[in-house]
């Protein structure tokens, strides 16, 4: 896994060689509604981390952020989930700060039909 991937406001932890996400044999769960979720580690700043993304290479609802709420500086951990495999763009970013966006892209690949995790919050 690639270190650290981000700026001087938010950065984004573990992202994998070659931008594949999920991959034969690798991490990761599916949702009951047959979304692909990973769980990320985030560094920030003081504020409300706010991930959002879409995929580029085909229409798809857009990704969803679940995270326990955090606006103290450190870590933060949460899951990104993607509602479909694909080629997806993900932003990051404090809410309250437009000069902290983070972007980046990764492939989604759906490796095989579980396992299923049943999330605690809604997303």
């Known amino acids: 896994m690639i270190d650290r991937t981000g700026n001087a406001f938010v950065a984004v932890h573990g992202l994998w060689p070659e931008g594949v996400i999920l ?5 990761g ?6 979304a692909l979720g990973m769980k990320f580690p985030w560094s920030k700043v003081a504020g409300k981390l706010v991930v959002t993304g879409r995929r580029l290479d085909a229409d798809a609802a857009p990704l969803r ?3 326990h ?3 103290g500086p450190g870590g933060q951990t949460s899951y990104v989930i993607f509602s479909t495999p694909g080629c997806w763009e993900v932003t990051a970013r404090l809410a309250e700060r437009d000069d902290s966006k983070l972007t980046f892209v990764t492939k989604v ?4 039909d579980g396992p299923v995790r049943l ?5």
């Open 69 to 71: 709420e955090n606006l």
């Open 109 to 112: 690949v759906k490796f095989d």
């Open 23 to 27: 991959k034969p044999g690798g991490p």
């Open 29 to 34: 769960f599916l949702t009951p509604d047959g």
């Open 65 to 67: 952020f679940c995270t």
């Open 119 to 123: 999330l605690r919050q809604p997303c």
